[in-house]
């Protein structure tokens, strides 16, 4: 499961590093949680950072509260469930990173942990998106971001991470390739790439947003 993560790099830099030239503005969130809108690169638009909500709205939901069960999409059934075949077929998308969050399980409690790339630049997660209409006619982009099985770092951590693009990856990704060359890509990514170290419990609340949940006890 992915349900909380971080993207504060300067936007200037994220442009630089994904190669786009336009964005929509937002600010560095340390402490990203769902149902907020958050920085994606669109396969409909590979050429801006556009926003979305975070909690893939089908097009046949009633309401928008459904969004908050489908944060996540598993890698393994993205073609069996009706909510994220098409997506995953035609609306993919990067979701902008730099880090993320996950809770240890221990005698003392969950232990918050934070998982990033060794060198601190920001990251790509592999994901889904659509466009859902309200009643009132607004049209709503949501996206979900897809998991795979974790990696020997993230075992003790959970059962689950998010798929974390090889940068090699990200632009095939938002192309229209064969089905199979997308699922090849959502691997457990490489952890002699990755750290993961414990943070303050003030990241289980996303109303605590600044530098301070980054801090390493």
């Not at 503005?25 to 950072?49: C, E, G, K, V």
């Not at 909510?83 to 969050?101: I, N, Q, W």
């Not at 938002?174 to 089905?179: P, S, Y």
């Not at 943070?199 to 801090?215: A, Y």
Request: aromatic letters at 10%.
């Amino acid at each position: 499961m992915c349900g909380r993560f971080s993207i504060y790099t300067p936007t200037d830099t994220l442009m630089k590093r994904f190669q786009v030239l336009r964005a929509e503005d937002f600010r560095p969130n340390y402490n990203a949680a769902p149902t907020q809108n958050l920085p994606l690169i669109l396969n409909s638009d590979p050429a801006a950072i556009s926003l979305g909500r975070w909690g893939l709205l089908p097009s046949w939901a009633k309401e928008q509260k459904i969004g908050n069960r489908m944060i996540n999409a598993r890698a393994e059934t993205l073609l069996q469930k009706p909510s994220f075949r098409t997506p995953f077929r035609k609306h993919r998308c990067l979701v902008l990173a730099d880090g993320f969050y996950e809770w240890k399980k221990t005698s003392d409690g969950k232990i918050p942990h934070r998982i990033a790339l060794k060198d601190n630049k920001p990251f790509a997660f592999a994901g889904i998106w659509g466009a859902w209409t309200t009643p009132d006619g607004e049209e709503i982009r949501s996206f979900s971001i897809i998991t795979t099985e974790p990696n020997q770092l993230m075992k003790p951590l959970h059962q689950r991470m998010p798929v974390i693009l090889k940068k090699e990856n990200e632009g095939k990704w938002l192309q229209e390739i064969e089905i199979s060359e997308a699922q090849a890509m959502l691997e457990p990514y490489p952890l002699e790439d990755l750290e993961a170290y414990p943070v303050s419990t003030l990241v289980n609340s996303p109303r605590n947003n600044s530098e301070e949940v980054l801090q390493s006890l």
